[in-house]
């Protein structure tokens, strides 16, 4: 996140918050945190398009597999095993994830590919120790993603992973491919480690998550993801040293649009949109309900049953409308020093 201007830097030194602010932090390494696969991509878009597209050393916790209940097994979005709605016959949470990365591979810049001698995503997973043995781990140029996989079930009719949590009556809670069992404590340690491991010695670190305050009109799991990822940071010895930008979710589709990135975001977005349609999670149709407020290029595009989770990451009103929309509210480190 660059910042041009010195008054901006006295703002944020003063430690105000900044409510639903178009400002920039300063950041030399930046970690962004989320609940879904596309939830950086879409209501952290600015920012996470410049930190890329500016060679920033770049970090992603992705907490969910983004199966939206279908579990580590089905082939389609509504949970089928036929594959009916899949015509590569991949399981629907991998085609989500390979969207999100077809869609971030272009703002990766060709010098920092070539810095780091991957020229498309690498897969190197990594281990945390007890019973977190194998957490997926991407890399490409300045970006390190984590997938940690945890059941995205909210959407599937199920409460599991928000109970998790917030917590409640759901004490462990296991990734969809059965690898890693992880307490609350241990998730709250990965998180730690994740941004240790990445970022020791930086001199500025921004990590960026949702907002937790209730009434948002946000979806249950941003919500608790930006809870978590919270107390993480403040449990942890250390960590107060990191600027935090906090992101209010699906509320900004109200907020006018204040960023020139959003051309970029869109390019992206119909990237990741073209690898869902072409890896059947999404059905295409000539017609349709919306296509008035799709881009042209998609015009055809839509799902048969808007009312399923087969319209799950459509180029439709809602998704579009996050374009260029960079706001968040930032907080002042607790200190200026990290000790992890």
């Known amino acids: 996140m660059k910042v041009d201007e010195m008054t901006k830097l006295k703002i944020l030194a003063a430690g105000l918050a900044l409510a639903f602010s178009a400002v920039a932090i300063p950041a030399s390494s930046a970690v962004y945190v989320v609940a879904h696969p596309d939830d950086d991509i879409l209501l952290m878009g600015p920012n996470f398009i410049g930190d890329i597209t500016g060679a920033y050393p770049t970090v992603v916790i992705i907490l969910t597999a983004g199966d939206a209940g279908n579990g580590h097994g089905a082939t389609s979005a509504n ?3 036929s594959g009916q709605y899949n015509n590569l016959n991949q399981q629907y949470y991998r085609i989500r994830m390979n969207a999100r990365q077809d869609a971030i591979f272009p703002w990766v810049t060709s010098a920092s590919k070539a810095a780091s001698g991957y020229h498309y995503w690498t897969q190197a997973d990594e281990s945390f120790g007890g019973t977190i043995r194998q957490v997926e781990r991407f890399f490409l140029g300045n970006i390190v993603e984590y997938h940690l996989n945890l059941p995205d079930d ?3 009719g199920s409460t599991k992973l928000t109970n998790f949590l917030n917590g409640g009556p759901t004490a462990t809670i296991t990734d969809i491919l059965g690898r890693n069992t992880y307490t609350q404590a241990s998730l709250k340690e990965t998180i730690r480690q994740i941004i240790a491991r ?20 946000d979806h249950p799991d941003h919500t608790t993801t930006g809870q978590f990822v919270n107390d993480a940071i403040n449990q942890g010895a ?22 020139n990135l959003s051309e970029t975001q869109r390019l ?15 059905t295409p149709i000539v017609g349709g309900l919306i296509t008035a407020q799709n881009h042209p290029t998609w015009v055809p595009t839509t799902s048969l049953f808007p009312t399923t989770n087969l ?9 579009t409308g996050f374009y260029g ?4 509210r930032g907080e002042h480190p607790l200190n200026q020093s990290c000790a992890f």
Not at 198 to 217: C, I
Not at 268 to 282: C, D, P
Not at 311 to 319: E, I, L
């Open 325 to 328: 929309r960079n706001y968040f």
């Open 154 to 156: 909210v959407e599937g």
């Open 311 to 319: 319209q799950k990451g459509t180029m439709d009103q809602f998704h």
């Open 198 to 217: 990445n970022n020791r010695a930086v001199p500025t670190l921004v990590v960026n998550f949702p907002d937790f305050r209730q009434g948002m009109g």
């Open 79 to 81: 949970g089928s095993a």
């Open 238 to 259: 250390g960590y107060g040293c990191m600027w935090q930008a906090i992101y209010p979710g699906y509320s900004i589709a109200g907020q006018r649009e204040n960023s």
């Open 268 to 282: 992206g977005y119909e990237r990741l949109h073209k690898t869902l349609l072409n890896g059947g999670n999404i």
